[in-house]
């Protein structure tokens, strides 16, 4: 399978306690996205890289959060001292991009988190 | 703010045609994706748009118009497995979704 896969897919978490997610994108892709979901919501923008550097992040992406991409392929995304908020779905996506154009993002399984 | 506009719910029952209208703001936009997404799972892709008129893929289609700002996604022959959340998202400037809440479809026989 040479799909978006991210690892855990299950997280249950204390709050206070730090987690760390997985992203492995397909293998040619350049961009890789974060997303966050709530239950009857859309997904919501967290960051995106090109390669190894971070190109934007979301004001909903609070000095708690990190995400890396240290060589341009898996990325993991660290939530610190985690709040009852942060339980969501952990959505990471890819894509190849060439200059300007939007192209499709394949989304991965998830990683649902659930603070307690 | 890019607001995206999508309705909540809808339903239909199985062999209908379903149509699913999205809104969004016209300023710095670049295109329109549509996502299908079963509940507990990832969005799966649909189409995109990004020129005025229709994209026909199979049973699916999907309509933009770029100074309305308006698209919808038409869903022919509807079968139980089409029962799911339609998510509607635009790239603005940047390559970045943002996505309207979805759309749920209840397909009914």
């Known amino acids: 399978d040479t799909g978006v896969s991210q690892d855990p897919r299950h997280k249950i978490t204390k709050r206070g306690q730090n987690v760390t997610f997985r992203c492995d994108p397909i293998s040619e892709h350049n961009r890789l996205y974060w997303y966050r979901q709530t239950l009857g919501q859309g997904p919501e923008f967290l960051t995106y890289?090109?390669?190894?550097?971070?190109?934007?992040k979301s004001r909903l992406l609070s000095d708690r959060f990190s995400a890396e991409r240290p060589k341009g392929s898996f990325s993991t995304l660290e939530i610190q001292r985690t709040e009852q908020g942060d339980s969501a779905m952990y959505l990471c996506?890819?894509?190849?991009?060439?200059?300007?154009?939007?192209?499709?993002?394949?989304f991965g399984p998830g990683t649902r988190l659930t603070v307690t | 703010g890019q607001n995206i506009d999508q309705p909540t719910e809808m339903t239909a029952t199985e062999g209908a045609i379903v149509q699913i209208n999205c809104t969004y703001q016209t300023s710095g936009f670049n295109g329109l994706f549509w996502y299908q997404q079963h509940a507990g799972e990832a969005p799966t892709f649909l189409s995109y748009?990004?020129?005025?008129g229709l994209e026909e893929k199979g049973r699916f289609s999907s309509f933009l118009s770029r100074s309305k700002g308006y698209s919808y996604l038409l869903l022919k022959e509807l079968q139980m497995k089409d029962s799911a959340s339609y998510l509607c998202?635009?790239?603005?400037?940047?390559?970045?979704?943002?996505f309207g809440t979805g759309t749920r479809l209840q397909v009914f026989p």
């Open positions: 890289f090109q390669n190894e550097a971070q190109l934007e």
């Open positions: 998202a635009v790239t603005y400037n940047t390559d970045k979704l943002i």
């Open positions: 996506a890819s894509s190849w991009v060439k200059g300007s154009s939007s192209y499709e993002q394949y």
């Open positions: 748009n990004v020129l005025d």
